[in-house]
């Protein structure tokens, strides 16, 4: 197959999703990854976070955000004001892409390639129709690829409220088109784009890189209704 839609059960709730994601072979990255890891959240979250993949911590407790990304995002949160209660966290791929590193010992993130983030997105939208959020973050250039298409830069679209193109044309240049537009036949959820928080672990500004996440997050938490 060649992409994960055969795996995505109809009118299934979230439990019903993460247990057939289980299974999915929409793509080679389950064959060397532990296990699926699958977003995690309450149905009724109002915030819908996409991060890229799960990292080394994420792929063996099979928990997204779990390791030291999702300590610094946990943290960011709740100092933006996003009860986490409200938030589901996700990935836009959800099987760890590695490579493997001194002798064998270290596993090391990789950005996962286009024709990946288009196999798996059937997962993430139906995570999305489940949710139906009234916002979604996207953490970093991969989700916001994943979501918005191609043409997406964190650098020039994090921060303020863009409108969420209709699902049909999520992570296309459509999509893309239609939140450089802000075009009005777009659906009620929005979308805020900030950095991803592994990116904020390796800078060499930290603190300032961390409050700007912080900020981008406020944008969120204050457009909930
Ligand atoms: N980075 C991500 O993008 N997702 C995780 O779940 C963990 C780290
Ligand atoms: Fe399926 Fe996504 Fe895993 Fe690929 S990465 S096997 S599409 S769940």
Not at 91 to 116: D, I, Y
Request: charged share 25%; aromatic share 4%; hydrophobic share 40%.
């Amino acid at each position: 197959s060649h992409d994960a839609s055969p795996y995505v059960p109809e009118h299934a709730d979230l439990a019903g999703l993460s247990r057939a994601a289980a299974g999915c072979r929409g793509c080679p990255l389950y064959a060397d990854a532990t296990q699926t890891v699958f977003g995690e959240g309450e149905p009724s979250a109002r915030v819908v976070l996409v991060g890229e993949t799960p990292g080394d911590q994420e792929d063996r407790q099979g928990r997204p955000f779990v390791g030291p990304a999702g300590r610094l995002l946990d943290r960011a949160l709740e100092e933006a004001g996003i009860a986490r209660d409200d938030a589901y966290v996700t990935n836009a791929v959800k099987h760890f892409k590695f490579t493997v590193s001194g002798g064998g010992k270290r596993r090391l993130h990789k950005t996962p390639s286009a024709r990946e983030m288009a196999a798996c997105r059937p997962w993430l939208l139906a995570e999305l129709q489940v949710i139906d959020p009234e916002v979604i973050v996207v953490l970093g250039a991969t989700a916001g690829k994943a979501l918005l298409g191609p043409d997406f830069r964190v650098t020039r679209q994090r921060g303020r409220l863009l409108p969420c193109p209709p699902p049909e044309t999520l992570g296309t240049r459509r999509a893309a088109r239609a939140v450089e537009e802000g075009d009005p036949a777009t659906a009620p959820a929005r979308i805020v784009a900030t950095v991803h928080p592994s990116a904020v672990l390796r800078s060499d500004d930290r603190e300032a890189m961390y409050a700007g996440m912080v900020e981008d997050l406020r944008v969120a938490a204050q457009a909930l209704g």
